[in-house]
């Protein structure tokens, strides 16, 4: 079994509207199990836009993404849904929960939606990454009855549900005080060094990337260091 | 894919939105209700109506017309071949009975298809009220086969009908003859037929069809008594009455019975021909009239949605960020639409039937139509069917557009938007 992850080979972007301006200038990386990246970089530069793609969510690129060594240009739309729903779990700078849905549920559904276990064991799942993250008795609450620092607990047991191969988080802790930066942050060393999880987190917190195995460094669309 | 997770998270945004879902769903019960009502009123009227007329309407009538001789003197002549319009020979007054009537009466009987036949006996009479003598009509019947083909005595509003048969010289009177005569049950009148002979009758029985210019001439006599009025022997008829098991051959039939017979025959539909049609246009009105208001529901169950899609981009983006595929957010969408639809739908087909029950309840009476005492009511249950079948089909179609385009949010634009 291959150690790579992810791989982005020569991955380009350009945007169209107002005018057409290259965002992403042939990006290539690889991404090995278990590792704790970080990618930083002023504001603009394009890690957001090469998250994205690397998430599957764009697919608009030019150039080859592979995750798991499997390429993903030619796939369906349901195809990439069941790459993000199974491979990949993501963290968004605002937590992004389902208001409609119980914490729990809201980490369930990625996990029901896989349909490979039953519900029952889904739940003991979920009350598992919970547990991890410290936060399993607010399991039964609504998500607006949490402090934003659980709310981003609560996202990042959801994005590890169904055991993902990598997690990405962009700008996860942006929104968090210094305190819930610094839970957040353990709980990703935990996750990489215990778990052996792989982890790209884009971040503006330089002391932050400082504590990861890797970061890559970006600057106009092109990576000047990895 | 499992059913129950959409099921569950149509669930969640439904109650999250649970008072504008409920008007949606109003709306569609509101209009399935209309729907119902409307259609089991007006059809229930409809066949009411039909009913005056058709019911008591044979479905092959035989008769003999009065017909100009063909033959006129002068086509006899040898230098008649150019124009000619001398007619002279008028027709003959015994014409009108039906000639060979009992071999016919019998011939019809043995027919597989004929349900039965009533002879009838048309005497043109007047009734002498003091020093006026009034136009009237007697019609001589066979009172029980008349009752058991045409409901004869749903329409004999006071008396009984089986009187005509067992009481000598008896008369059933029109209701308006009566008024207009003064005559009681029980009294005798007099009547002059037309060769001007003078006979007592005894009233048993009125009669009322609804239809006032009929209630005011005609009246019913015994075919024995009528045959006596014209002098005629007891195989004398003017017409015959056939009611058949299946209406729908009735022009068939009496297009063969002409032949054979050489006799006139008019089928039902011929003869009625404008019932079918105010029956059908009724029809159609209720049916443009409620698929009207189920289209006009559709559109708020659209509005109700899109607006929810809207309102759900966040969580459209997030159940597609964590792998829903655009299909199962289409799913979820649908679902909700047609949740709206089947719950509404059912409410609205239960207040419909409340409704038309409660209609049903209410007194009508009037004198045109003795055998009617509430408002008439059809509970066909194919009206409850297409009613669920529309809820359900409009509910699908207003929900199809929106849920198209939530399936096609783009998670990447709804997440950058923040
Ligand atoms: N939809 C779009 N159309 C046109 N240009 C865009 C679009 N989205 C992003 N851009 C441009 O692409 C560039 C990269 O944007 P991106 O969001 O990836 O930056 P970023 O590195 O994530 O910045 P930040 O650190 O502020 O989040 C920016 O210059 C931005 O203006
Ligand atoms: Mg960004």
Known sequence: ?226 | MRIGLIISISKALLMARWKQTLVAAVGVTFSITMFITLLSFMTGLNNLLDGLILNRTPHVHIYEEMHPSEKQPINYSADGQGHNFISSIKPKNELLDIRNSTAIMKSLKDDSRVLGVSPKVNVQVFYNVGAVDLNGVLNGIDAVEENRLFSFSEYVVEGNYQDLKNVPNSIILGKGAAEQILANVGDNIQITTSKGQRVQLKVVGYFQSGLQDIDKVQSYVSMATAQKLLGESNSYMTDIQVKLLDINEAPEVAKEYRQIYDVEAVDIQTANAQFETGTAIRTLISYAVGITLLIVSGFGIYNILNMMIYEKMDTIAILKATGFSGKDVKRVFIMIALTIGIFGGLFGLFFGFLISSGIDQIPFKTDALPTIKTYPINYDPRYYLIGGIFSVITTYYAGYFPSRKASKVDPVVIIRGK
């Not at chain 1, 965002?23 to 990246?37: D, N, P």
């Not at chain 1, 599957?56 to 195809?79: A, C, F, N, P």
């Not at chain 1, 988080?169 to 942050?185: A, Q, R, S």
């Open chain 1, 1 to 226: 079994m291959s150690s790579i992850v992810l791989q982005a080979k020569e991955i380009s972007k350009f945007f169209h509207d107002p005018f057409d301006i290259q965002v992403l200038k042939k990006i290539s990386f690889v991404i090995e199990r278990g590792e704790f990246t970080s990618i930083i970089g002023k504001s603009g530069c394009g890690k957001s836009t090469l998250l994205y793609i690397l998430s599957t969510m764009d697919t608009d690129y030019e150039g080859d993404l592979l995750i798991d060594g499997q390429v993903m240009r030619g796939k369906k739309e349901s195809e990439l849904a069941r790459v993000r729903n199974g491979k990949i779990g993501f963290v968004f700078q605002f937590h992004y929960l389902l208001n409609e849905f119980s914490v729990l549920k809201n980490v369930m559904l990625p996990g029901l939606k896989l349909n490979q276990l039953s519900s029952a064991e889904v739940e003991h799942n979920a009350y598992e990454k919970l547990k991890i993250l410290g936060i399993q008795d607010e399991a039964l609450k609504m998500p607006n009855q949490l402090s934003g620092g659980q709310k981003q607990r609560v996202a990042i047991a959801r994005a590890l549900i169904n055991s993902p191969l990598i997690v990405m988080g962009d700008e996860p802790t942006g929104n968090l005080d210094k305190k819930n930066t610094e839970i957040v942050f353990e709980i990703f060393k935990e996750l990489a060094e215990e778990f052996g999880q792989s982890l790209l987190i884009v971040t503006h917190d330089n002391e932050f990337a400082e504590r990861t195995h890797r970061i890559i460094e970006m600057e106009d669309g092109m990576i000047i260091r990895s």
